[in-house]
């Protein structure tokens, strides 16, 4: 248990749709990332959060979007959902925004867009 | 524009033996590269890392080489072990981080 949690853990919808997947980091971690694995990509970074401020940012569509609230919780909205949404959509913590912290990985919210 | 790239989508190793992950990279601000290993099911765990100042950095069982002339760097772990069996990723920060890479994933299994 990496002491990040993400919910929720299954998540079916249609193609059109809006969906907010929530991350609680590890208590005391202050920054927050976004990854997306689908089965051709592998794992990408969409964006990462640092004390409630946007810090970097990858390929993350313009569809999606991110925040971190006052107490570090993180929530990654997906709208206008496309089939190709379809992924496994991890969070990940870390102490605070350097690359060499290490990053603890929630166990992802698998999304299914029918 | 895939700049991290493990083109071996999987590896088959007997148990004991030596197994090798290779990686690679076009950018060469890239100043840091993880390892992170992932099980069916399971959001990736880190796994090992190293500075581009370095050329090796050892943790156990896994060691990292990094040869920055080539742009390349691998993952050897040994001996191997049935429970290694799992996805295994390199990823790739530049000096600005500014972006987080990660290549595709080279499947790991360890037979007994």
């Known amino acids: 248990d990496s002491g990040v949690t993400q919910t929720p853990k299954h998540l079916i919808t249609a193609t059109g749709q809006r969906v907010t997947l929530r991350c609680s980091p590890r208590?005391?971690?202050?920054?927050v990332y976004w990854y997306q694995q689908s089965l051709d990509q592998g794992l990408q970074f969409l964006i990462q959060y640092y004390n409630g401020e946007e810090r970097a940012k990858g390929n993350i569509l313009e569809r999606f979007s991110a925040q971190q609230f006052p107490d570090l919780h993180s929530e990654l909205n997906l709208s206008s959902l496309e089939l190709g949404d379809s992924a496994l959509y991890f969070c990940?913590?870390?102490?605070?925004?350097?690359?060499?912290?290490?990053?603890?990985f929630g166990p992802g919210t698998r999304l299914t867009v029918l | 524009d895939q700049q991290v790239k493990q083109n071996s989508p999987s590896l088959s190793v007997q148990e004991g033996r030596i197994s090798i992950l290779n990686c690679d990279y076009t950018?060469?601000?890239?100043?840091?590269f993880l390892w992170y290993k992932k099980y069916p099911a399971e959001g990736p765990t880190f796994l090992i890392s190293i500075s581009s100042i370095k050329d090796k950095n050892e943790d156990g069982r896994f060691t990292v080489f990094l040869n920055k002339s080539a742009k390349h760097l691998s993952l050897h772990i040994v001996p191997s072990q049935p429970g290694d069996s799992a996805v295994y990723f390199c990823a790739a920060v530049p000096n600005n981080f500014n972006k987080f890479y990660f290549g595709s994933g080279t499947k790991l299994n360890v037979k007994p």
């Open positions: 208590s005391g971690d202050l920054s």
């Open positions: 950018n060469s601000m890239f100043d840091y």
């Open positions: 990940a913590s870390s102490a605070y925004h350097r690359e060499t912290d290490t990053q603890y």
